[in-house]
């Protein structure tokens, strides 16, 4: 029942932006912490940016400063902020969450969208 729904992805030109969305909907009784991944062709998906509940950020060392992470708990989103964009960023892009439809906080697992195509190309 819990489903994570990505958008904003695009096609857009090497020095552009986007702005991801993913929103967490269905029986849930917390959200811990969440994160997005990109997988490119022929490559293993691999981690851009997570943050926890509290707002404690992490991202890969490819975001060179050029990616925000945010979140609005109440709302049961989380952004991503893509600044600077070059081909090499160009995959499909997946929100993840660690989601608890328990009472109090409890079972939790992870969740997956089904990602948005983000295509960097002049």
């Known amino acids: 029942q819990v489903q994570l729904v990505e958008s904003g992805g695009g096609l857009v030109q090497p020095g552009g932006s986007l702005r991801l969305s993913c929103v967490a909907s269905?029986?849930?009784?917390?959200?811990?912490?969440m994160g997005w991944y990109r997988q490119a062709p022929g490559k293993q998906r691999e981690l851009v940016a997570s943050i926890t509940a509290g707002g404690r950020t992490k991202y890969a060392g490819s975001a060179n400063g050029r990616f925000t992470i945010s979140r609005h708990n109440a709302e049961k989103t989380v952004w991503l902020e893509l600044n600077s964009l070059v081909p090499e960023d160009t995959a499909v892009y997946y929100c993840?969450?660690?989601?608890?439809?328990?009472?109090?906080?409890?079972?939790?697992?992870?969740?997956w969208g089904r990602g948005t195509q983000v295509a960097v190309s002049s």
């Open positions: 269905g029986p849930i009784s917390y959200i811990n912490t």
């Open positions: 993840n969450a660690d989601i608890c439809t328990g009472v109090f906080g409890s079972d939790c697992r992870e969740h």
